[in-house]
């Protein structure tokens, strides 16, 4: 089965720019969507299809997906922006929907 | 306005069985891909199941044969069936709805816990 992997934590300072990475065989051959979830909350899609963002998400947000490794970039990082964040993908030899184990991102 | 609310979690035995249902308003679920999403606690996210607007389904490998998912079109409504269920079933179930089809999850609902336990 697909395997996403993502590293357990990333920090970064308050207006500065956090990225997080989503890495799987080839997925760049894939679409990638990435969640944002507060503690307590259900997650939000906050990028889907690789690059695109929902309405209502901020511009701040932007993804991209090369050779085996896709990433979410948070500019201009605030307070706000602290939660887990996950990636997930479609396997196409499966059917099934994979998620990756998820990124803390806190904001120091 | 699209809402989808959970509900049917409880605490069960091991070995036991459970139906979820999640209500949908706002959008028809039978022309959308409707999936169940659980969330043990402290941990990360998995996928469980789908049902395609087709009707075909899929489901994880980890409750494949225990869990059914199932849609019943003219209550608007999309159900799981959860049997033999273990003490790692233990978590919060979301319902959630594509975007469009294969656009990501763009619609949760609020989740509801099924705990495990004797």
């Keep these: 089965s697909y395997v996403l992997t993502q590293p357990p934590s990333v920090s970064v300072a308050p207006g500065k720019t956090a990225s997080i990475a989503c890495g799987g065989n080839k997925i760049e051959r894939k679409s990638v969507h990435w969640y944002q979830q507060k503690p307590g909350q259900a997650p939000v899609l906050v990028v889907y299809d690789d690059t695109d963002r929902p309405s209502g998400i901020p511009e701040r947000f932007s993804g991209s997906n090369s050779g085996n490794t896709a990433t979410l970039t948070i500019k201009r990082v605030e307070a706000g922006d602290e939660a887990d964040y996950y990636c997930q993908v479609w396997d196409s030899n499966t059917y099934h929907r994979v998620f990756g184990g998820g990124t803390k991102l806190t904001v120091l | ?118």
Excluded at chain 2, 19 to 37: E, H, I
Excluded at chain 2, 60 to 75: C, E, L, M, P, Q
Excluded at chain 2, 98 to 108: E, F
């Design chain 2, 1 to 118: 306005e699209v809402q989808l609310v959970e509900s049917g979690g409880d605490l069960v035995q091991p070995g036991g069985s459970l139906r979820l249902s999640c209500a949908a308003s706002g959008f028809t679920v039978s022309s959308n891909y409707m999936s169940w999403v659980r969330q043990a606690p402290g941990k990360g996210l998995e996928w469980v199941s789908i049902i395609y607007s087709s009707g075909t389904t899929y489901h994880a490998d980890s409750v494949k044969g225990r869990f059914t998912i199932s849609r019943h079109n003219s209550k608007n409504t999309v159900f799981l069936q959860m049997n033999t269920l273990r003490p790692e079933d233990t978590a919060v179930y979301y319902c959630a709805r594509d975007r469009t089809s294969g656009s990501g999850y763009g619609y949760w609902g609020q989740g509801t816990l099924v705990t495990v336990s004797s």
